[in-house]
């Protein structure tokens, strides 16, 4: 039987997150953004990923506020940045964000990286904003399980989602369990490698189910049961990369991916970043 996959997840709140958004790194504030977010949301994305780092967050909100899609429907997260963190740093940074925005509440706020001898503080801001309802979620991005434990053992209410690097040739299997058992929604960033899609079995795949290498790697991520952000700017990827509700992987072709992990990251060690 064909496996049908909700467009949402639900968080440890309750709170419905979308399975799919567009991803805006790298995507330049003014005509670019607003472009890739209003294209986006026709093509039914209902879920935009953006950062106080990535400089676009007031492009972001615009595109949102001009597209016709009622507020509520859409769900946008955004980021505290490295240089921002600390308790009252992390309060300011917010309402920044939060203007630059200019949507009323955040839908989920997350830590960027897990800076040390910070992100506690930080995350304790973050808890300050859910209990004010200034965002509906919280979590964070780029921890790994030892950062996971240590913040665990000190926050009040745990993180709902942490986003990562993953990717067929980063699979990250401890990790997602880890997440799992913990009722953590595991997301995962730089979903198709940047681009470096021309892998035999992605195109064996693409061949044998009809689809793009790019729907083949998103709709792996899908069912495993991950939250994914592709980014684009071209319009024709940005529907192409949501074409994938419509066809299922078989297990032993979801298998065969897994087997291309390499451990490779395409980005920062989480242990070991200098930003
Ligand atoms: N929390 C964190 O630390 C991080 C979060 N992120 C988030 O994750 C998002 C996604 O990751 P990102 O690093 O951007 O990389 P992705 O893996 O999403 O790859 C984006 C690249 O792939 C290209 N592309 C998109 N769709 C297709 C397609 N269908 N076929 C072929 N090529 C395609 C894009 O080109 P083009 O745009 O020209 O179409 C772009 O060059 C970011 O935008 C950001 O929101 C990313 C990195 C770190
Ligand atoms: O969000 C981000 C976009 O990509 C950058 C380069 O890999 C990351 O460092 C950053 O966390």
Same mark, same amino acid.
């Given at each position: 039987?064909?496996?049908?996959?909700?467009?949402?997840?639900?968080?440890?709140?309750?709170?419905?997150?979308?399975?799919?958004?567009?991803?805006?790194?790298?995507?330049?504030?003014?005509?670019?953004?607003?472009?890739?977010?209003?294209?986006?949301?026709?093509?039914? %994305?209902?879920?935009?990923?953006? +950062?106080?780092?990535?400089?676009? *967050?007031? &492009?972001?909100? #615009? !595109?949102?506020?001009? $597209?016709?899609?009622?507020?509520?429907?859409?769900?946008?997260?955004?980021?505290?940045?490295?240089?921002?963190?600390?308790?009252?740093?992390?309060?300011?940074?917010?309402?920044?964000?939060?203007?630059?925005?200019?949507?009323?509440?955040?839908?989920?706020?997350?830590?960027?990286?897990?800076?040390?001898?910070? %992100?506690?503080?930080?995350?304790? +801001?973050?808890?300050?904003?859910? *209990?004010? &309802?200034?965002? #509906? !979620?919280?979590?964070? $991005?780029?921890?790994?399980?030892?950062?996971?434990?240590?913040?665990?053992?000190?926050?009040?209410?745990?993180?709902?989602?942490?986003?990562?690097?993953?990717?067929?040739?980063?699979?990250?299997?401890?990790?997602?369990?880890?997440?799992?058992?913990?009722?953590?929604?595991?997301?995962?960033?730089?979903?198709?490698?940047?681009?470096?899609?021309?892998?035999?079995?992605?195109?064996?795949?693409?061949?044998?189910?009809?689809?793009?290498?790019?729907?083949?790697?998103?709709?792996?991520?899908?069912?495993?049961?991950?939250?994914?952000?592709?980014?684009?700017?071209?319009?024709?990827?940005?529907?192409?990369?949501?074409?994938?509700?419509?066809?299922?992987?078989?297990?032993?072709?979801?298998?065969?991916?897994?087997?291309?992990?390499?451990?490779?990251?395409?980005?920062?060690?989480?242990?070991?970043?200098?930003?």
């Amino acid at each position: 039987m064909k496996m049908s996959i909700d467009s949402t997840v639900e968080l440890l709140n309750g709170v419905a997150m979308p399975r799919l958004g567009l991803g805006v790194w790298r995507t330049q504030e003014g005509e670019e953004v607003e472009r890739a977010v209003g294209a986006a949301l026709q093509a039914g %994305y209902r879920s935009i990923d953006t +950062a106080s780092m990535y400089g676009n *967050e007031a &492009g972001v909100g #615009r !595109a949102v506020r001009d $597209s016709g899609v009622p507020r509520e429907q859409v769900f946008v997260t955004t980021k505290v940045w490295n240089d921002q963190q600390g308790y009252d740093n992390t309060l300011r940074a917010f309402e920044q964000s939060a203007a630059n925005l200019g949507l009323g509440h955040v839908d989920l706020y997350l830590i960027h990286w897990p800076v040390k001898g910070k %992100y506690k503080d930080t995350y304790r +801001a973050l808890e300050e904003l859910y *209990e004010q &309802g200034r965002v #509906r !979620a919280i979590g964070v $991005s780029n921890f790994l399980e030892h950062h996971l434990e240590d913040l665990m053992g000190a926050c009040r209410i745990k993180p709902m989602v942490n986003q990562v690097e993953m990717h067929p040739l980063l699979t990250r299997k401890k990790l997602l369990m880890f997440c799992r058992k913990e009722g953590i929604q595991l997301e995962s960033w730089r979903p198709l490698m940047q681009g470096n899609l021309d892998l035999p079995l992605l195109q064996e795949l693409s061949r044998k189910y009809g689809k793009t290498p790019a729907q083949i790697v998103i709709r792996w991520h899908l069912q495993l049961g991950v939250v994914t952000i592709p980014k684009s700017v071209t319009e024709s990827r940005i529907r192409e990369n949501a074409g994938v509700f419509d066809f299922e992987l078989e297990p032993e072709d979801m298998n065969r991916i897994d087997e291309l992990n390499e451990n490779r990251r395409f980005g920062a060690d989480p242990d070991n970043f200098d930003f």
